[in-house]
């Protein structure tokens, strides 16, 4: 069974960047059903039980036809957020630290451009989807990426260490049709000690099994 990451803070925590309604629908809404719907996937799937979602989704094709769009929809969704709740706090590290500064500076000049390409990305993303910090799985090269829908970056070769969810369901109560509005508050949220938590799994290739 899997289950959505347990949030660290509450509801309201993170207001006035993300308002209260929002959060509660985001998080008790929209990523449940996604959980949801995965969890009923796999009761139906026998081939794929007891794999990760991860796996399952660098490798799509291997999954049976009968799961695998529900795979894809509600296994990317399940995963993005986790990743999104985990990475966003009401007292953020608000600069990355160590490897993953000195990478941060090498790939992109600063950690101040790396936010402009990721607004960048936002904006251009057309309609429903996400952008993304990812890294390389093979490399460790790290990369600014778009998925629509919630196609991960996993079906790309890439780990995502850090996402910005562009659905209007993230934002649109608050910020209606200011999606720059939200990404650029959004940013200042991002706890950059998480992302290295994850950047470091994923360049050491130990990130755990959901
Ligand atoms: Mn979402």
């Given at each position: 069974?899997?289950?959505?990451?347990?949030?660290?803070?509450?509801?309201?925590?993170?207001?006035?960047?993300?308002?209260?309604?929002?959060?509660?629908?985001?998080?008790?809404?929209?990523?449940?059903?996604?959980?949801?719907?995965?969890?009923?996937?796999?009761?139906?799937?026998?081939?794929?039980?007891?794999?990760?979602?991860?796996?399952?989704?660098?490798?799509?094709?291997?999954?049976?036809?009968?799961?695998?769009?529900?795979?894809?929809?509600?296994?990317?969704?399940?995963?993005?957020?986790?990743?999104?709740?985990?990475?966003?706090?009401?007292?953020?590290?608000?600069?990355?630290?160590?490897?993953?500064?000195?990478?941060?500076?090498?790939?992109?000049?600063?950690?101040?451009?790396?936010?402009?390409?990721?607004?960048?990305?936002?904006?251009?993303?057309f309609g429903s989807g996400?952008?993304?910090?990812?890294?390389?799985?093979?490399?460790?090269?790290?990369?600014?990426?778009?998925?629509?829908?919630?196609?991960?970056?996993?079906?790309?070769?890439?780990?995502?260490?850090?996402?910005?969810?562009?659905?209007?369901?993230?934002?649109?109560?608050?910020?209606?049709?200011?999606?720059?509005?939200?990404?650029?508050?959004?940013?200042?949220?991002?706890?950059?000690?998480?992302?290295?938590?994850?950047y470091t799994k994923a360049?050491?290739?130990?990130?755990?099994?959901?």
């Open positions: 069974m899997k289950k959505q990451i347990e949030l660290s803070y509450s509801f309201d925590a993170l207001e006035p960047v993300i308002d209260t309604l929002t959060m509660e629908t985001h998080y008790g809404k929209h990523h449940k059903a996604y959980t949801d719907n995965l969890n009923a996937t796999i009761d139906a799937t026998p081939e794929i039980q007891g794999k990760c979602v991860k796996s399952l989704l660098r490798n799509l094709e291997l999954v049976p036809e009968s799961a695998r769009a529900s795979i894809r929809n509600n296994g990317g969704g399940f995963l993005n957020h986790n990743l999104y709740f985990d990475t966003i706090s009401p007292n953020p590290v608000k600069t990355p630290s160590g490897e993953l500064a000195e990478k941060i500076n090498s790939t992109f000049g600063s950690l101040e451009e790396l936010k402009a390409k990721l607004i960048d990305a936002s904006l251009k993303q996400w952008a993304w910090l990812a890294v390389n799985e093979e490399t460790g090269e790290l990369k600014v990426l778009q998925t629509a829908n919630q196609d991960t970056t996993y079906a790309l070769g890439y780990a995502p260490i850090l996402g910005i969810d562009v659905w209007e369901h993230a934002y649109y109560l608050k910020y209606k049709n200011l999606r720059k509005s939200y990404v650029e508050a959004f940013l200042e949220i991002i706890d950059w000690e998480k992302v290295n938590k994850y360049i050491n290739k130990n990130d755990s099994c959901h």
